[in-house]
Structure formats: C-alpha cells, structure tokens
C-alpha cells in the first residue's frame, strides 16, 4: 500500500518520462534527556542534506535502493552510511509515493524501528572511537521538527501516530526499554510517546493488572526507596509488536559497522 500526501510546498510534477527510481529511509526513534530535563524525550536522528533539491535541510537517513538489493537489506545499509547506526529489528512502516513528492520521479519504502538510549550512545562512540563518527547527523525532538525535505514531515507524522496508537495495546514501550525497569522508567516511556503526564497509582494499577509483566526478586536502590524490577511477559500473545524483533532484546546483539557518510534521500 502507498500512502499519498500532498504537501504545500511540494515539488514540480516530474516528466512521464522521467525514469521511476526506489529510494529506502528510516526512522528511529529513540529516548534522550536533554541537558537539564528531569524527563526523556522521544527523539530521532536526522541527515543535513548537502545538495539539491532541499540543499542545507534536514531529512530523514535514507538511500536509493541497489537493484540486486533486498528491501530490508537497503534499510539498515542506508541507515548505517549516514548515521552510524545499526537496528536489531526493522519494520516496514510505508510507501510514499506522491507523484509531486520530489522533482524527479520517486517512490520511498520507510522502514522504522525503536533503539535504548544506551544502545545509540554505545554505537556512537565505538564510531568516534575507531575516527568514523558520522557527518552531518544530529538528533531532534521528533514532536517539534524543522521543516524537514521532501515530504519528510509528514512521514515522521505518521510514524508517530502509529506509534503512539500501539503504545496503548502492544509491547512496543518495551522497544525503549533494558530487559529489566522498574515501573517509574516504563512510565517515563508512555508519557515520552503520548507527551502527557500520567498518573501513577493509576499507571501502576493498569500495567500489574494486564498479565504482560512480571516481577523480579531484584530492586533497584538510590536516593529513593528501593524499587523492584520488572520484565515483559514473553508468554503473552500480541496482536501487533510493532517494530520489534521476536526475541526480548537483552538477548539481541547490537553491532555497528564502519560506513562512509552518505547523502540522505
């Protein structure tokens, strides 16, 4: 299925002639705390494009696709040249194909995926490490973005709407999270993707009365009074796991290969 969007400033119609070419992005969500933020923030990389069209804007890490080339296998390539970033687990989002989306004729397979926090930081500085940290790449509020190329907006708009419609029925907040929490950093994750406050008597109440937690033996201890540790229920069928891997992802390994900054499509 294609998604169709028209945008107010949206690119001169290509030629019939002009050739049809596949181009692969992907989001990412993941969260950070900005400096001086008592709160996470849901956030996700973006590329500084460095020609034309849309030359100097912001777009989403993207690529055209090879012709021997799996779609998946393009995502997570793309992902890697532009940002330094490798995902456990990619999840088809959407076709956009608006004929007036780019000057030339172009159609994007958007994939997405959730990342730790510490799974971002680990990967970055391995890349600063080893003297290829990525070019041009900086990270955004994804609730407040610039005017971003193309019909990049929209896309994010959408992916946050997906996102925040399976926070309230799947275990995609679990995306964000280490194979243990405690109940305040799973709550911190819900309030991140719905940008509201919840309550959290109530928030508690709901979550131990779903079945898709479990309480561990272990606390964790700080300033305040110890607080237990959770995990997911992996028993617990889901309808829909959004963009999430089968296995819990403690037990996924992340890796991160050298890559030559691209130009964002």
Same mark, same amino acid.
């Given at each position: 299925?294609?998604?169709?969007?028209?945008?107010?400033?949206?690119?001169?119609?290509?030629?019939?002639?002009?050739?049809?070419?596949?181009?692969?992005?992907?989001?990412? =969500?993941?969260?950070?705390?900005?400096? @001086?933020?008592?709160?996470?923030?849901?956030?996700?990389?973006?590329?500084?494009?460095?020609?034309?069209?849309? !030359?100097?804007?912001?777009?989403?890490?993207?690529?055209?696709?090879?012709?021997?080339?799996?779609?998946?296998?393009?995502?997570?390539?793309?992902? !890697?040249? +532009?940002? @330094?970033?490798?995902?456990?687990?990619?999840? /088809?989002?959407?076709?956009? !194909?608006?004929?007036?989306?780019?000057?030339?004729?172009?159609?994007?397979?958007?994939?997405?995926?959730?990342?730790?926090?510490?799974?971002?930081?680990? /990967?970055?500085?391995?890349?600063?490490?080893?003297?290829?940290?990525?070019?041009?790449?900086?990270?955004?509020?994804?609730?407040?973005?610039?005017?971003? %190329?193309?019909?990049?907006?929209?896309?994010?708009?959408?992916?946050?709407?997906?996102?925040?419609?399976?926070?309230?029925?799947?275990?995609?907040?679990?995306? =964000? *999270?280490?194979?243990?929490?405690? *109940?305040?950093?799973?709550?911190?994750?819900?309030?991140?993707?719905?940008?509201?406050?919840?309550?959290?008597?109530n928030f508690r109440r709901q979550v131990e009365g779903s079945g898709t937690l479990i309480p561990t033996d272990d606390f964790r201890? !700080?300033?305040?009074?110890?607080?237990?540790?959770?995990?997911?229920n992996h028993d617990v069928e889901l309808s829909d796991r959004g963009p999430l891997g089968? %296995?819990?992802?403690?037990?996924?390994? /992340?890796?991160? +290969?050298?890559?030559?900054?691209?130009?964002?499509?």
């Amino acid at each position: 299925m294609t998604l169709t969007i028209r945008s107010e400033s949206a690119a001169s119609a290509p030629s019939p002639s002009d050739p049809t070419r596949v181009a692969v992005s992907t989001v990412i =969500f993941t969260l950070r705390r900005p400096d @001086g933020c008592d709160l996470p923030v849901l956030s996700l990389p973006l590329v500084r494009r460095t020609r034309d069209p849309y !030359g100097d804007f912001w777009a989403l890490p993207g690529g055209w696709l090879d012709a021997d080339e799996e779609l998946e296998d393009a995502a997570s390539r793309t992902l !890697g040249e +532009t940002t @330094g970033l490798a995902a456990s687990y990619l999840e /088809q989002l959407y076709a956009f !194909g608006a004929i007036d989306r780019s000057p030339s004729r172009v159609i994007s397979i958007v994939y997405w995926a959730l990342l730790r926090s510490d799974d971002v930081d680990a /990967q970055l500085a391995a890349h600063l490490a080893a003297g290829d940290a990525p070019e041009n790449v900086e990270w955004f509020d994804a609730a407040h973005l610039p005017t971003l %190329a193309f019909d990049h907006n929209a896309i994010v708009d959408y992916a946050l709407w997906r996102l925040r419609n399976k926070v309230g029925y799947s275990r995609i907040a679990h995306g =964000f *999270l280490p194979g243990s929490f405690t *109940l305040a950093e799973l709550r911190e994750v819900y309030e991140a993707i719905l940008e509201r406050r919840l309550d959290p008597a109530n928030f508690r109440r709901q979550v131990e009365g779903s079945g898709t937690l479990i309480p561990t033996d272990d606390f964790r201890t !700080g300033s305040h009074r110890p607080a237990r540790l959770y995990r997911y229920n992996h028993d617990v069928e889901l309808s829909d796991r959004g963009p999430l891997g089968t %296995a819990p992802p403690a037990s996924r390994e /992340q890796s991160a +290969t050298p890559h030559t900054p691209k130009e964002a499509r």
